[in-house]
């Protein structure tokens, strides 16, 4: 009787064991940088512009956007769409600007981003395009606050 209860603590044991080597491992995989990007970001998390650089020769805008798609850390792919959205290229126009800046997923980042795209094209915005603008803020306040402005648009 006693070599069963030995037996069992022993299994129970060896599969706990098992079981923890499995999930070390399965973290390991799961949280392992999927990209070139992403493992030069993981090195070198303020060097963006130099990570970009590995991935590719000429970075455009839209380039680096796509780029945003090979990283799976939330953190790092808001930090890659920041860099690509203030550093690499003016926007062509306001659609594409809005377009870049809808793709925040932090509601500051992407608020600020939207402030930006209006200033960029303020000479340009009509009052209609205004108003549409403000209803795009997370921050509600922020929206009002641009709204507030169109009225000295025509």
């Known amino acids: 009787m006693l ?25 390991a995989f799961t949280n392992a940088p999927s990209s070139t990007l992403e493992k030069c970001l993981d090195e070198q998390p303020n060097e963006i512009r130099e990570c970009l650089g590995k991935t590719s020769k000429h970075i455009t805008l839209s380039s680096c956007f ?16 920041e860099y690509c959205f203030y550093h690499i290229s003016e926007f062509p126009n ?3 600007c809005v377009g870049k800046a809808r793709q925040f997923t932090d ?3 992407h608020d600020a981003a939207l402030f ?15 108003e549409a603008m403000s209803k795009m ?9 641009l709204k507030s402005n169109c009225s000295n648009l025509n």
């Open 3 to 27: 070599n069963v209860k030995m037996n069992s603590k022993v299994k129970s044991t060896i599969s706990a064991l098992f079981l923890t080597a499995f999930m070390l491992l399965t973290t």
């Open 66 to 81: 796509e780029q945003v798609n090979t990283v799976k850390s939330n953190y790092l792919k808001e930090n890659v769409r």
């Open 94 to 96: 306001l659609k594409s």
């Open 107 to 109: 509601a500051e980042n």
């Open 116 to 130: 930006n795209c209006y200033s960029q094209f303020e000479s340009t915005i009509k009052k209609a395009t205004c």
């Open 137 to 145: 803020f997370r921050f509600p306040e922020k929206g009002r606050y």
